[in-house]
């Protein structure tokens, strides 16, 4: 039988809330949402552990459900069950096959790459990947890998037959990130997730299944969108024509954001026809994430209470699929930063991330370009490359914002070239434009609305086209604020800036515009 390891669940009788364990894992096995069981008891004697493993092993087959033994092999030997689930510290792969009936799939789990490399060489037929995240139902020997410590595992796994199921702390609201940022650079996705609590300790155990199978199915579909407009004109159009919508429908962008910049960041967010809203209580964001159109999370002064604000926000900005604009500024500057910006990517999923190259270098831990504080020391010898590459590993648009701008979906690669020096002069350029991209993200989303699919992080806007508004909106406006003759210096630019931000339309843009679409 070939095994289907989509829905892979483990049982924990000390979970159950209340119900009694055969009618809780009936109502969850009786239906075509759980794949595989995995029947762990951890502090059950042997008799015990065989009396329900019989009764678990009759129950699977009535519905044609295999049924994994954790840990036993004799157990396993004894039931005829599909498979064996080995820890590292159990038998080795290759005893155990010979205690076992030909056939009997063998499973392992693996929290490194050293040890998914093992398995691999070692013959199991798949590999429990995780702790994904911190779980209660298992005490946790190693540190969660996070979700994008999982591609390089799955990356091990190129060329084999050798099945991946991810484990720990997944439940149907984290599990649509998962899925979209569990992927290797090969596009080695997950085989299966495994799921504890989020099922057993469930009072509807199959409606909960029933949930989690939709998200994991629909996440099939999930690629970056091929069908956006391609040539070179048509993305310009289309980020003229995000311009106009956001003077239309005057989106909220709520924006946690940089304290140095924020006033000018929401002046700036006005003078393009959107409405800013400044907030940062962890309190908030469910509430405010219902009624924004994107979400800004700029780290350039990051404390652990706005923290603890952008982990919230950004997980009920994806769970009412709203975009994300995330900002890593001045990443390469502390460990506190690093540690804290792979929180945020490991809750959730960002539709553009926006940096110097500076910062882009310490995402991806490139020694090519390094950061001086919030500035950029250095460039990369083929930026379009670049952010093709990080666009294809990150799951969204790139922006790497310098002299020459680059914009990358994974498949497009644009260059902008407009800007005037002063712009980089000021304080808080880069944060302004952070601002510019979500408030056209924020047009984008509300442009391309598809409630089929619950497992899009996003609606699916053409994002690329509003990261491309958002900069040539900003680098336009600077060029012609520079030519006024009230403008001196830096201190007279930036309110000129603005102005000209909020006078600028669609004709002048591509008048201006210098845009160049790669291949």
Same mark, same amino acid.
């Given at each position: 039988?070939?095994?289907?390891?989509?829905?892979?669940?483990?049982?924990?009788?000390?979970?159950?809330?209340?119900?009694?364990?055969?009618?809780?894992?009936?109502?969850?096995?009786?239906?075509?949402?759980?794949?595989?069981?995995?029947?762990?008891?951890?502090?059950?004697?042997?008799?015990?552990?065989?009396?329900?493993?019989?009764?678990?092993?009759?129950?699977?087959?009535?519905?044609?459900?295999?049924?994994?033994?954790?840990?036993?092999?004799?157990?396993?030997?004894?039931?005829?069950?599909?498979?064996?689930?080995?820890?590292?510290?159990?038998?080795?792969?290759?005893?155990?096959?010979?205690?076992?009936?030909?056939?009997?799939?063998?499973?392992?789990?693996?929290?490194?790459?050293?040890?998914?490399?093992?398995?691999?060489?070692?013959?199991?037929?798949?590999?429990?990947?995780?702790?994904?995240?911190?779980?209660?139902?298992?005490?946790?020997?190693?540190?969660?890998?996070?979700?994008?410590?999982?591609?390089?595992?799955?990356?091990?796994?190129?060329?084999?037959?050798?099945?991946? =199921?991810? !484990? +720990?702390?997944?439940?149907? /609201?984290? $599990?649509?990130?998962? &899925?979209? *940022?569990?992927?290797?650079?090969?596009?080695?996705?997950?085989?299966?997730?495994?799921?504890?609590?989020?099922?057993?300790?469930?009072?509807?155990?199959?409606?909960?299944?029933?949930?989690?199978?939709?998200?994991?199915?629909?996440?099939?579909?999930?690629?970056?969108?091929?069908?956006?407009?391609?040539?070179?004109?048509?993305?310009?159009?289309?980020?003229?024509?995000?311009?106009?919508?956001?003077?239309?429908?005057?989106?909220?962008?709520?924006?946690?954001?940089?304290?140095?910049?924020?006033?000018?960041?929401?002046?700036?967010?006005?003078?393009?026809?959107?409405?800013?809203?400044?907030?940062?209580?962890?309190?908030?964001?469910?509430?405010?994430?219902?009624?924004?159109?994107?979400?800004? =999370?700029? !780290? +350039?002064?990051?404390?652990? /209470?706005? $923290?603890?604000?952008? &982990?919230? *926000?950004?997980?009920?900005?994806?769970?009412?699929?709203?975009?994300?604009?995330?900002?890593?500024?001045?990443?390469?500057?502390?460990?506190?930063?690093?540690?804290?910006?792979?929180?945020?990517?490991?809750?959730?999923?960002?539709?553009?991330?926006?940096?110097?190259?500076?910062?882009?270098?310490?995402?991806?831990?490139?020694?090519?370009?390094?950061?001086?504080?919030?500035?950029?020391?250095?460039?990369?010898?083929?930026?379009?490359?670049?952010?093709?590459?990080?666009?294809?590993?990150?799951?969204?648009?790139?922006?790497?914002?310098?002299?020459?701008?680059?914009?990358?979906?994974?498949?497009?690669?644009?260059?902008?070239?407009?800007?005037?020096?002063?712009?980089?002069?000021?304080?808080?350029?880069?944060?302004?434009?952070?601002?510019?991209?979500?408030?056209?993200?924020?047009?984008?989303?509300?442009?391309?609305?598809?409630?089929?699919?619950?497992?899009?992080?996003?609606?699916?806007?053409?994002?690329?086209?509003?990261?491309?508004?958002?900069?040539?909106?900003?680098?336009?406006?600077?060029?012609?604020?520079?030519?006024?003759?009230?403008?001196?210096?830096?201190?007279?630019?930036?309110?000129?800036?603005?102005?000209?931000?909020?006078?600028?339309?669609?004709?002048?843009?591509?008048?201006?515009?210098?845009?160049?679409?790669?291949?």
């Amino acid at each position: 039988m070939d095994v289907d390891y989509s829905l892979y669940l483990v049982t924990d009788r000390s979970l159950l809330p209340g119900k009694p364990y055969l009618e809780s894992l009936e109502d969850t096995a009786a239906l075509p949402s759980v794949t595989v069981v995995q029947l762990r008891e951890k502090h059950a004697d042997t008799a015990e552990f065989l009396r329900i493993a019989q009764e678990t092993k009759a129950l699977t087959d009535k519905y044609n459900v295999p049924l994994i033994i954790n840990d036993r092999v004799d157990i396993a030997c004894a039931v005829k069950a599909r498979g064996v689930h080995l820890g590292q510290s159990d038998l080795p792969i290759a005893v155990a096959r010979t205690l076992l009936p030909a056939g009997t799939i063998i499973g392992i789990s693996c929290n490194s790459v050293e040890e998914v490399r093992r398995a691999r060489d070692a013959g199991a037929d798949y590999v429990g990947l995780g702790a994904v995240w911190d779980t209660q139902t298992k005490t946790l020997t190693n540190p969660p890998v996070g979700v994008r410590g999982l591609g390089a595992m799955l990356h091990e796994l190129d060329g084999t037959n050798v099945r991946a =199921v991810a !484990i +720990g702390g997944i439940k149907s /609201s984290n $599990l649509a990130r998962l &899925l979209r *940022g569990a992927v290797s650079e090969t596009n080695h996705r997950l085989d299966g997730v495994a799921v504890v609590s989020d099922i057993v300790a469930s009072l509807d155990p199959g409606s909960a299944a029933r949930r989690l199978r939709t998200i994991f199915d629909a996440s099939k579909k999930i690629d970056i969108p091929t069908s956006f407009a391609s040539s070179q004109e048509e993305i310009l159009d289309g980020a003229l024509a995000l311009s106009d919508a956001i003077r239309k429908s005057r989106p909220i962008v709520h924006q946690i954001t940089n304290v140095v910049v924020a006033n000018q960041s929401a002046n700036m967010t006005l003078a393009l026809g959107a409405s800013p809203i400044m907030a940062t209580a962890p309190e908030e964001m469910s509430d405010l994430s219902k009624i924004s159109g994107a979400l800004l =999370v700029n !780290i +350039g002064t990051l404390v652990n /209470s706005t $923290l603890d604000g952008m &982990l919230k *926000g950004g997980f009920f900005a994806n769970s009412f699929k709203k975009p994300v604009v995330l900002d890593p500024v001045g990443l390469g500057a502390s460990s506190f930063r690093k540690g804290s910006l792979h929180k945020l990517l490991d809750t959730w999923q960002p539709t553009v991330i926006k940096g110097n190259a500076g910062e882009l270098a310490a995402l991806v831990n490139s020694q090519e370009a390094t950061g001086r504080g919030v500035d950029s020391v250095g460039g990369f010898m083929n930026p379009a490359e670049v952010v093709r590459a990080m666009a294809n590993k990150e799951r969204c648009v790139i922006v790497l914002s310098g002299k020459t701008d680059y914009v990358s979906d994974g498949h497009r690669v644009v260059a902008i070239d407009n800007g005037h020096p002063l712009l980089g002069a000021i304080t808080g350029s880069g944060c302004m434009l952070g601002s510019c991209i979500a408030a056209f993200c924020a047009a984008a989303n509300a442009s391309a609305i598809d409630e089929q699919n619950p497992s899009q992080l996003t609606r699916g806007g053409d994002f690329l086209a509003a990261a491309v508004g958002g900069i040539l909106t900003l680098t336009v406006a600077s060029e012609l604020a520079a030519k006024r003759d009230d403008v001196h210096g830096m201190g007279t630019f930036l309110p000129a800036l603005i102005d000209e931000v909020s006078n600028l339309r669609p004709e002048v843009i591509r008048q201006f515009a210098k845009v160049t679409r790669l291949e």
